[in-house]
């Protein structure tokens, strides 16, 4: 009974990690976009301005190694056509090693249609397995991306958190 109580502990423990997380609601005015950062979560823009924003998952305890953050992508196209320009994406990113789609398809959040994807694919640095659930849309031209990453094994603990990520969007 009290081997039951210690596992039962540390799953609940392990889940409020994605359940339970707070988040930190940021506005970008110039993009027009909100999203909310967990707490605790280094975030910031890179000076190349490469991405809108990034975000990073930091350490819990000494022997942690966080491989979550996620990242926002604001790209201006001619295209207007989410599913037109869902399809160059997809065509892009399929090049990465080991890349296979687990699960794509459409959702709506805060009144805004989106393309979703769940991948997986070998990271070329470290050759980790990754997991990528992305959100994809296009407003009039302008496409948002918003990618959401760990490795494989800890992809199901933090999909709720990446849920609740995703479901902070307004754009």
Not at 49 to 76: G, Y
Not at 130 to 139: D, G, K, P, S
Not at 154 to 160: G, I, L, S
Request: aromatic share 12%; net charge neutral.
């Amino acid at each position: 009974m009290k081997n039951f109580l210690l596992t039962l502990l540390i799953l609940v423990s392990i889940k409020t990690v994605s359940f339970g997380q707070e988040l930190a609601i940021l506005q970008d005015t110039v993009s027009n976009y909100q999203i909310g950062v967990p707490v605790g979560w280094k975030y910031g823009v890179p000076a190349d301005r490469s991405l809108a924003l990034m975000a990073f998952r930091q350490k819990q305890t000494e022997e942690d190694v966080p491989r979550e953050n996620f990242n926002l992508n604001i790209l201006r196209r001619d295209e207007k056509s989410l599913d037109a320009t869902y399809k160059k994406f997809l065509e892009s990113i399929g090049t990465a090693e080991g890349f296979t789609i687990i699960e794509q398809g459409d959702t709506v959040i805060n009144n805004r249609k989106y393309k979703y994807l769940i991948e997986s694919h070998k990271n070329k640095y470290s050759k980790e397995d990754m997991h990528n659930y992305v959100l994809f849309t296009n407003r009039e031209g302008t496409i948002l991306i918003l990618t959401m990453v760990t490795i494989s094994p800890n992809f199901e603990t933090y999909k709720a958190l990446f849920d609740k990520i995703a479901l902070s969007l307004h754009f």
